[in-house]
């Protein structure tokens, strides 16, 4: 319902952009700009399975132009006048102004979830020590089908194009990698959920055995929100 309901709003904003650019400043067509990326990044982002991981590719953003950064009180201010601009960025900011601040960075990646189709999830607590979730392998199924779940908060400001990023290794040498869309989002104290495409583990002799992960979050500015290491350990049965 939420796809559906931003793609309405994408297409209402497009009509009405065309018809501000004609007389707006570069300074709005920026704002207008801006928003339209945003709102199509967040409908992407309204959809867990939208986006599939790439795999394999050296140079993924080598051509992708991210939007200009513009700062959360520059939208609120911009364009007071514009009735029609007002309501879509009520729709988009929400109650900004009751946002729980947690301080610390503007996105806050709370837990990975590793979580298998048909078993009990692991919860990876991102919060505290990451240290751990390399020396302590949890154990999984082989050839067991799983998601990738990413609980994260945005605080302050807009942030766009966040990635997440996974490499992994077996005895020192890089076996696979990912890479995730996840979206652009706006501020708001609810946690954000991002759910990957359903993968498969490794199977038969030569797919058991440890595995180490090498994960990052960043997004089109570049920014690393968080950088971890985490392990986990392939065998004939969940133990």
Known sequence: MKG????????CL?????????????????????????LTELKRGDEPEAVPAQRGTEELTRDYKPPKEVDLQTIQELDADDEALVKYKETLLGGTADVLDEGGRNVLLKALVFAPVDHEETVLDLTGDLSQFKRNPFVVKEGAKYRIKLIFRVQRE??????????????????????????????KTEEHIFQSPVDELPGGLLGRGDYIVKSKFTDDDKNIYLEWEWSFSVKRDWE
């Open 158 to 187: 807009f942030v766009s194009g966040l990635r997440y990023f996974e490499a992994v290794y077996r005895k020192g040498i890089r076996v696979d990698k990912a890479n995730f869309m996840v979206g652009s989002y706006g501020p």
């Open 14 to 38: 497009s009509c009405v952009c065309a018809t501000a650019l004609q007389d707006k400043s570069a300074k709005d067509e920026l704002l207008l700009e801006y928003l339209r990326q945003y």
């Open 4 to 11: 559906h309901a931003c793609v309405i709003l994408l297409m």
